[in-house]
T-cell receptor, first 114, second 110 residues
Framework: EPEVTQTPSHQVTQMGQEVILRCVPISNHLYFYWYRQILGQKVEFLVSFYNNEISEKSEIFDDQFSVERPDGSNFTLKIRSTKLEDSAMYFC????????????FGPGTRLTVL | SQQGEEDPQALSIQEGENATMNCSYKTSINNLQWYRQNSGRGLVHLILIRSNEREKHSGRLRVTLDTSKKSSSLLITASRAADTASYFCAAKAAGNKLTFGGGTRVLVKP
């Protein structure tokens, strides 16, 4: 069964450093998303991406964050200058032709900012 | 106000028993999705119920939706130890994002 994959599974970085989290969505899906889950808290929406542009973003997704689909398979989340409070599990998700379909999540990248 | 609030926050049952958890939401939705998360792992999609549906089944899972009460329930029948996990509802209103609740932690004792 096709699935969303994410790399790395765990990323440790120093405060102020840039990180890039990578995702490979399910191949025939057209909508892509990033969510995060701070330890012990709810899963929070960050951004959705369709047709090579951001379709929706939350207030969390400020100028420090950016997303890109650099090629036909990868979808990346970049955090330019990480802060301690960026430590969280970051989930990538994708859905089929319309955003009202099921969103399938990847296994997540645990980001630890020291 | 919060979308997708589950209750109870935690549930402990014996293997073979049924587990029921509820979800409430605040605004009109397009659909509501349920996910399972094993400790520290990813979110596994369980079932989606659309706003014009009242009940849906998938294997041992039964989901109901009452849009007049803005609530949904997830029933796991004949629970197994492997069902031990956190279960989240996620409401999809207009737009693309899912709004998750805080989850119900289910412990199934063998």
């Amino acid at each position: 069964e096709p699935e969303v994959t994410q790399t790395p599974s765990h990323q440790v970085t120093q405060m102020g450093q840039e990180v890039i989290l990578r995702c490979v969505p399910i191949s025939n899906h057209l909508y892509f998303y990033w969510y995060r889950q701070i330890l012990g808290q709810k899963v929070e929406f960050l951004v959705s991406f369709y047709n090579n542009e951001i379709s929706e973003k939350s207030e969390i997704f400020d100028d420090q964050f950016s997303v890109e689909r650099p090629d036909g398979s990868n979808f990346t989340l970049k955090i330019r200058s990480t802060k301690l409070e960026d430590s969280a599990m970051y989930f990538c998700a994708s859905s089929e032709v319309v955003s009202s379909n099921e969103q399938f999540f990847g296994p997540g990248t645990r980001l630890t900012v020291l | 106000s919060q979308q997708g609030e589950e209750d109870p926050q935690a549930l402990s049952i014996q293997e073979g028993e049924n587990a029921t958890m509820n979800c409430s939401y605040k605004t009109s939705i397009n659909n509501l999705q349920w996910y399972r998360q094993n400790s520290g792992r990813g979110l596994v999609h369980l079932i989606l119920i659309r706003s014009n549906e009242r009940e849906k089944h998938s294997g041992r899972l039964r989901v109901t939706l009452d849009t007049s009460k803005k609530s949904s329930s997830l029933l796991i029948t004949a629970s197994r130890a492997a069902d031990t996990a956190s279960y989240f509802c996620a409401a999809k209103a207009a737009g693309n994002k899912l709004t998750f609740g805080g989850g119900t932690r289910v412990l199934v004792k063998p």
